[in-house]
């Protein structure tokens, strides 16, 4: 059976910059059995890549820092929402896919757009038609690229990284059935982990055990639309 999403990186070698982004640096890529979501032209060579040259090690940190909300925030009035979901926020001088991604908890969009300029270069996306995956099928990809970024820090001999104990934290997050309920909420609020700005998360918990995990979902994914 075709994997139905892959996120992968082809290691290339990058003469200057961190230790993080040379252990990391090569040709990005999204695909799913049928699309890339990552193809464009390249100017240097003339002809079309199936991704762009750039560090991995800003992708799977990105990827760390907003792994909650990516998983579990669907489209809302947050105030930050485009910088958590879409990944030309991740900057670092590189230029990153007009990809933008979001979940309703069961199913994850993927909607790759083309660069905004025809003529743009030294990479130029071409986008493809929206994609939507199983959520379980983006938590997989994420959960085999992130690690594979620490592998290739590991062989070149960067044992510590910022990565490396944010992924762990999400890690342990994750197995907590306490804590992983408080992130989820906190997702659907548009909230980053922990960000103390009201009662909200604590009124939700609350009610918990009144309303059901699915009833409280909704209700905070509701919430998030009028904030």
Not at 79 to 98: A, C, L, N, Q
Request: hydrophobic residues 45%; charged residues 25%.
């Amino acid at each position: 059976m075709p994997v139905m999403l892959d996120i992968a990186l082809a290691p290339e070698h990058l003469g200057e910059g961190s230790p993080e982004e040379r252990a990391a640096f090569g040709l990005f890529t999204i695909r799913t059995a049928h699309a890339s979501l990552t193809e464009g032209f390249d100017s240097f060579i003339r002809n079309y890549r199936q991704g762009q040259l750039v560090s991995g090690y800003h992708v799977a940190e990105w990827f760390a820092w907003n792994w909650w909300r990516l998983r579990w925030e669907p489209r809302s009035a947050s105030r930050d929402w485009d910088f958590v979901h879409r990944m030309t926020s991740i900057g670092e001088g590189y230029v990153w896919p007009k990809l933008t991604i979001f979940s309703d908890g069961l199913r994850t969009a993927l909607i790759s757009e083309p660069s905004a300029r025809p003529d743009a270069e030294p990479f130029r996306y071409v986008g493809a038609l929206p994609t939507v995956v199983p959520s379980t099928a983006f938590e997989a990809a994420v959960d085999a690229f992130i690690p594979q970024i620490l592998g290739r820090l590991q062989t070149e001999g960067v044992e510590e990284s910022n990565l490396k104990r944010v992924w762990a934290d999400v890690m342990a997050e994750r197995i907590d059935p306490e804590i992983a309920k408080r992130r989820r909420l906190e997702a659907y609020l548009g909230r980053d982990p922990d960000a103390v700005e009201d009662d909200a998360v604590e009124r939700l918990l609350a009610d918990a055990a009144r309303l059901g995990d699915a009833v409280l979902e909704e209700v905070a994914a509701d919430s998030a639309q009028r904030l």
